[in-house]
């Protein structure tokens, strides 16, 4: 296959159709048929043809619910998108990868590798940020720690403090007798 011949979509039209739902980085049926380039009664029907592929890791139908909070999440109203009927269905990274053992045409392919390596992507972007949240809790730890060390010397000055005046007091004192 070559790849050159193939025109690449540009990952950022990829990225924006990734949308967090259940937990899951998921895309849309009806993005990836745009995406592939199929319509998407094509995409549902050769996923329903093929429905032991497809268990619940990989892919499950939205809840009206679900649907509902998707779509409040846009500003403007996209027709197409907004008024759907039928609930899409929601593929995970592994669903998207056993789309193409589905849908056989070059292009879907392609795509196809272009959207696995943009979860990937994904992936290890969120395996850093990780890293890094895991970094500045470690500091903030020691940083509590360190605070309480310090709180702890100044209880201790404090105490010397007030045992130096208690000394200086009793050096100051009137004495009584020889």
Do not use: C
Not at 30 to 49: G, I
């Amino acid at each position: 296959m070559d790849d050159k011949n193939l025109m690449m979509v540009p990952e950022e039209i990829i990225m924006s159709k990734i949308y967090l739902i259940r937990g899951q980085k998921v895309m849309l049926d009806f993005d990836l048929a745009e995406l592939y380039r199929v319509e998407n009664k094509q995409l549902k029907r050769s996923v329903r043809r093929n429905i032991d592929r497809f268990p619940g890791d990989f892919m499950f139908e939205l809840t009206s619910n679900e649907l509902k909070i998707w779509r409040s999440q846009f500003g403007t109203s996209n027709r197409e998108k907004m008024g759907l009927r039928i609930y899409p269905f929601a593929f995970t990274e592994h669903g998207v990868l056993m789309l193409a053992s589905v849908l056989n045409s070059r292009h879907a392919i392609q795509v196809n590798i272009q959207i696995v390596r943009i979860f990937t992507k994904i992936r290890k972007h969120l395996e850093t940020h990780a890293e890094i949240f895991r970094m500045l809790e470690e500091i903030q730890k020691n940083e509590i720690e360190q605070d309480q060390q310090i709180q702890l010397i100044f209880e201790y000055i404090k105490q010397l403090e007030e045992t130096k005046q208690e000394e200086q007091k009793y050096k100051e004192r009137k004495r009584i007798g020889y």
